[in-house]
């Protein structure tokens, strides 16, 4: 006889303006989710950049999901990859250089190149600073997924702290308008830290882990064990709608390793909620048939790669 237990789960590849309702939905009575545009709409323009954003909204995108990373002068900037290279006309780190050196360079290359692009794809297609983009875009929702790969975690909390508890005049309030999010628990537990000698109207608002998130999944659909809280705390939850795992079961004399898919299904979403005030957003929802399931399940939001496709896809639904 075996026991299963969930050892390790050893990810395969990652996918990923106004708020959401403040009730969760209903699995059983699903309304649509909100549109959430992946790095400011990958799919359509420049990831990560002020015209992304733009034509997100114009699009119809409820929300903006943007990448951030610290630049040399401990700026929270607008930026994915580990390497400029990736994506602009330079090469490097992004804390090699400062913010004002960042806005210079040229954030559209890569996805010029990739859509055959000739002429330039939009103005300001550099690598803006999150203070730019929240002051140019003043009411809308932003989820802010950090991915810096050599910041200090306390310093990178203590500068996204010190953009977003000041909200310029028409904003508003960029604390109450931004959650963070990050696959790194250091940055988690770093905003966890300077929440605490801030009142409650200056912290800042964040997602649940993503590797605890994934665990409970992974109970619940592969040993139907629910085990998450049932007290009315808000919590955010963010997982792929699919994800490949790795399983490591427990044997007596030794251990089996084998591949799997966890998808979220009415069970899962059902313990989830069992907090009433649980909010959960699905992410890689880039075809109809994810998208009706994501409905069908009651998501709050999706994150899509392409507004613009989507702007059809839930007319269609409509």
Not at 35 to 42: F, L
Not at 68 to 96: C, F, H, M
Request: with cysteine.
């Amino acid at each position: 006889m075996r026991n299963y237990i969930m050892a390790t789960l050893l990810l395969s590849s990652c996918f990923v303006s106004s708020g959401f309702a403040a009730n969760p939905q209903s699995v059983t009575s699903p309304e649509i989710p909100q549109i959430i545009a992946h790095r400011g709409g990958t799919g359509d323009a420049p990831e990560n950049t002020l015209p992304a954003i733009k034509k997100a909204l114009d699009n119809g995108a409820d929300a903006i999901w943007i990448t951030l990373q610290l630049s040399k002068d401990n700026i929270p900037v607008l930026y994915r990859p580990s390497d400029l290279k990736e994506l602009t006309n330079k090469s490097g780190k992004v804390s090699a250089y400062t913010a004002k050196q960042l806005a210079q360079m040229d954030a559209s290359v890569a996805y010029d190149k990739k859509h055959n692009i000739t002429l330039k794809s939009g103005a300001n297609s550099g690598i803006p600073t999150l203070d730019e983009v929240l002051k140019q875009f003043p009411t809308t929702t932003f989820y802010l997924d950090i991915k810096s790969p050599d910041a200090n975690p306390l310093t990178f909390a203590k500068a996204l702290q010190k953009t977003l508890d000041v909200s310029h005049k028409g904003e508003k309030n960029r604390l109450s308008r931004a959650r963070v999010y990050s696959t790194d628990d250091a940055y988690l537990n770093a905003l966890d830290t300077v929440n605490k000698v801030a009142d409650p109207s200056h912290q800042i608002k964040r997602f649940e882990s993503r590797d605890l998130t994934r665990t409970q999944l992974a109970n619940i659909t592969m040993a139907h064990k629910c085990d998450l809280p049932t007290e009315n705390l808000e919590r955010w939850y963010g997982l792929e709608l699919h994800r490949k795992v790795e399983v490591v079961e427990k044997y007596t004399l030794g251990e089996g390793r084998s591949n799997a898919v966890l998808s979220w299904d009415k069970e899962a979403v059902d313990c989830f909620r069992k907090n009433t005030n649980a909010h959960i957003i699905f992410f890689g929802i880039n075809t109809p048939e994810d998208y009706k399931k994501a409905k069908e399940l009651g998501a709050d939001g999706v994150m899509v790669d392409s507004p613009a496709l989507f702007r059809k896809i839930v007319s269609g639904e409509e």
